[in-house]
């Protein structure tokens, strides 16, 4: 049956430009009858049809040829990695499939091999096996294997012959449907043809690839253990939510006042075991997201290869992979670091780097920085603690929140205590931040920490708390905010926090 499909995808790919020269052809051979009985009627025809061809040829002609000269990441020779190569050639060996010729080391969380080949597949010319740095470190050994295991089966099963081309017939189909979304009616009718045919095949394209996943599956099992392939399914998940997590809210944190962390992976790994982070790992385990798929999908879901990974025999797994992947590179942390910088945009590659308490610190106190002069405007804190005084809350309360109409002048101020309270706090804290008497500080576990040093700590919510009153005293708060030294005319400077 695999075969079968994968023969009907070759078929139904080595048709398509068959069906666009047909159409061509048809429309060429309608043009030259019309203008043997009227010419002024071919014209009128041409106008109709001769786009619709000229798109039709002009996209199928400009097929991009695919190149794997550039590939992100970097290249790890076995001189350098030579426990990782020589698990690579290992289960090469135990697959019955040659090793890749090269190893890539990129920064997202994914594994892949490819090969480039001539002859439509039959010739190969270069294996690649390009493998997600924050993959080797969020793995334990016997999962890796699994992973690896896993994409050396598609060598073996000789899915990566023909995967090229495969690919390189999903993009062309897409490109000519697409280039025919026009308003012309002939256009149009033309589209939906082709549409259909697309359709036909990326069900039969994908039926052929979810068949080669469960295929490399097997072989996972076979070389890791049922166990070892199964956990390893159900890791990419967490692993996926986690890195996701830490680039979006560790290492960017410092983006807007224009750093970056000096050591991605010793913040990645810290993550990863930090231990509250790991039990929310597991939560994701026990209770994975609900997995949506479509008939087009590539990939089988992963309860699906799961299932069919647990009815079958069990493999066991094989001794010491307990001990985490990382242990079989040299230099973890540092290869993480120097993948992602070969992704990294130019504005990125201008950014400064520092450590991760400083990152925190810096990339926190910029952003009090900006929502403080948001909260203020033109005012100082000062002006600002005088409104309260005068019992106009209103004027520093969040403009969204209105208060409702009708309500007295002591109602409208109690509605706005509570606003005024969260943004006084922010300006508050921005201005002993830039003073140096208080600090945001790492943590792995949850939001940055904010402290302040000595007495202060125990009488900033007593003093906001009073300041925001309906019957607002800002005495404390002004009493604090002088013994800090934060002066009268204090206004946030996102300038001062980015040098």
Excluded at 57 to 75: A, C, Q
Excluded at 471 to 485: Q, S, V, W, Y
Aim: charged share 25%.
């Amino acid at each position: 049956m695999k075969s079968f499909r994968g023969l009907l995808a070759a078929v139904l790919l080595a048709g398509f430009p068959l069906l666009v020269l047909a159409f061509v052809g048809g429309i060429v051979a309608l043009e030259v009858v019309a203008l043997q009985h009227n010419v002024f009627a071919a014209v009128k025809l041409g106008i109709i049809t001769v786009p619709a061809a000229w798109i039709l040829l002009k996209t199928l002609l400009k097929v991009e040829r695919t190149t794997d000269d550039e590939v992100p990441g970097v290249l790890v020779t076995p001189e350098a990695q030579p426990a990782l190569w020589a698990l690579v050639r290992e289960l090469a060996g135990e697959a019955g499939t040659r090793p890749p010729d090269e190893i890539y080391l990129d920064p997202d969380l994914n594994a892949a091999v490819t090969e480039r080949t001539s002859w439509l597949g039959l010739r190969v010319l270069r294996r690649r096996m390009i493998i997600g740095v924050p993959l080797i470190m969020g793995l334990r050994q016997d999962q890796f294997r699994a992973v690896l295991a896993h994409e050396l089966g598609h060598y073996s099963n000789k899915d990566t012959r023909f995967s090229a081309l495969t690919y390189r017939g999903r993009k062309s189909i897409a490109r000519v449907v697409n280039s025919l979304s026009r308003e012309n009616y002939f256009e149009r009718f033309v589209g939906w043809i082709f549409k259909q045919y697309a359709k036909l095949y990326f069900a039969v394209s994908m039926s052929v690839c979810r068949a080669q996943e469960f295929a490399a599956d097997a072989v996972s099992a076979r070389l890791a253990g049922t166990e070892a392939a199964v956990s390893a399914l159900r890791e990419l998940e967490p692993l996926a939510v986690t890195w996701q997590f830490f680039m979006n809210n560790y290492a960017a944190i410092g983006w807007d006042a224009g750093y970056l962390p000096d050591r991605f992976g010793e913040g990645y790994r810290a993550l990863l075991t930090d231990p509250t982070r790991a039990e929310q790992m597991e939560e994701l385990r026990r209770n994975p997201a609900e997995e949506k798929t479509s008939r087009y999908d590539t990939h089988p879901a992963t309860r699906d290869r799961v299932a069919t990974l647990e009815a079958g025999a069990p493999v066991p797994v094989r001794a010491r992979g307990e001990r985490p992947a990382t242990d079989l590179l040299t230099g973890a942390e540092a290869m993480l670091d120097q993948a992602l910088f070969t992704v990294f945009s130019d504005e990125a590659r201008a950014k400064r780097r520092t450590d991760w308490h400083s990152l925190v610190a810096i990339g926190r106190r910029h952003a009090a920085a900006e929502a403080a002069a948001e909260v203020l405007g033109e005012r100082t804190l000062d002006t600002a603690l005088d409104l309260l005084d005068a019992g106009r809350h209103e004027e520093l309360a969040d403009p969204a929140e209105k208060p409702p109409a009708g309500a007295g002048p002591r109602a409208r101020r109690e509605l706005a205590a509570v606003s005024v309270r969260g943004r006084l706090e922010v300006v508050v804290r921005a201005a002993l931040a830039d003073v140096g008497v208080a600090r945001w500080s790492l943590s792995w576990s949850g939001p940055s920490p904010f402290t302040v040093d000595g007495s202060l700590e125990d009488l900033l919510p007593s003093a906001l708390g009073k300041a925001t009153a309906a019957e607002a005293d800002t005495a404390p708060l002004r009493a604090l905010l002088t013994a800090a030294g934060v002066s009268t005319g204090y206004r946030p400077s996102v300038t001062l926090v980015r040098s």
